[in-house]
């Protein structure tokens, strides 16, 4: 007999669990899904219904747990799935990122993710809510016996790529309370949203590999990210950013591939988020 895939494990546990089984487990911070393929994900964020559970209260934005149910159909089972709605009304202004972007700034830093082939952010996608159009991202449970201020200076291949992958992003606010230690060892981030500004803006926790040479791999990535600027990637950062921040994303590419090492950090501006974690 055929190994289920883990879209079809996932469908059979979630169909199993009342309504109220279903909110009190994504309170309790689990993913009622279960395993789900990518692929699947995208689909169920994408198209399922969208339905509040509660808030997030210690988001600086408007931040929601949500359960989004796609129903079954043609012999295949529905599914339901723990996600973060973010919705662009409930955006705090900022001083330094334009209004009601930061919900296009995480989608588009999951698009760059994808590209690079690391998938170092849950499944992200835009659209509809009960409260207008936003950010869905697929929940994901996290180990809690992983201390992520003891691993930060750590010499960890997972949070080197996110380090990259913030260099190209630009990303101003890589706390270590965004990244999301998992029970099968892989590390995410997560609050992506002050990406992608024009003006140099990188602070980070993860400063251990600063001014070190990227590796042939790494080379490679940022290579394919920037072809893929050109074509793909472009396509769907257009729908996203200014042309002035695609632009300006190139231009970080350019500048790593030329000197193939790590950024240093800017001497003249803050680097380090506050608060870091």
């Keep these: ?138 929940w994901m449970e996290v180990d809690e016996s992983v201390e992520v201020t003891e691993i930060v200076g750590d010499d960890v291949p997972a949070l080197r790529r996110i380090a990259l992958l913030d260099a190209v992003l630009n990303n101003a606010d890589r706390k270590g309370g965004h990244l999301l230690p998992l029970p099968d060892g892989r590390i995410l981030g997560v609050d992506n949203g002050l990406c992608f500004a024009v003006e140099p803006k990188l602070r980070t926790v993860l400063w251990r590999w600063r001014g070190q040479p990227l590796d042939d791999d790494e080379v490679a990535v940022l290579a394919r990210l920037r072809e893929g600027l050109g074509s793909d990637l472009g396509e769907q950062l257009r729908e996203l950013l200014e042309p002035a921040e695609i632009r300006a994303t190139v231009r970080r590419l350019d500048a790593l591939l030329a000197q193939r090492r790590f950024p240093l950090p800017d001497p003249n501006r803050p680097v380090v988020p506050w608060p870091p974690f």
């Design 1 to 138: 007999m055929a190994e289920p895939r883990a879209d079809e494990n996932a469908q059979s546990g979630a169909v199993r669990l009342t309504r109220e089984e279903m909110e009190a487990a994504a309170l309790d911070g689990r993913q009622v899904a279960g395993a789900l393929d990518r692929a699947t994900a995208l689909r169920v964020l994408r198209n399922g219904e969208l339905t509040l559970v509660g808030r997030l209260l210690s988001a600086s934005n408007a931040t929601f747990f949500a359960l989004v149910e796609e129903p079954g159909q043609a012999g295949r089972p529905g599914i339901a799935a723990s996600c973060v709605y973010k919705p662009i009304r409930g955006e705090r202004p900022l001083t330094d990122f334009p209004d009601g972007t930061l919900a296009c700034r995480e989608v588009a830093a999951h698009a760059v993710s994808e590209a690079s082939g690391w998938s170092l952010i849950p499944p992200t996608v835009m659209r509809d809510g009960p409260f207008g159009r936003g950010m869905a991202q697929l």
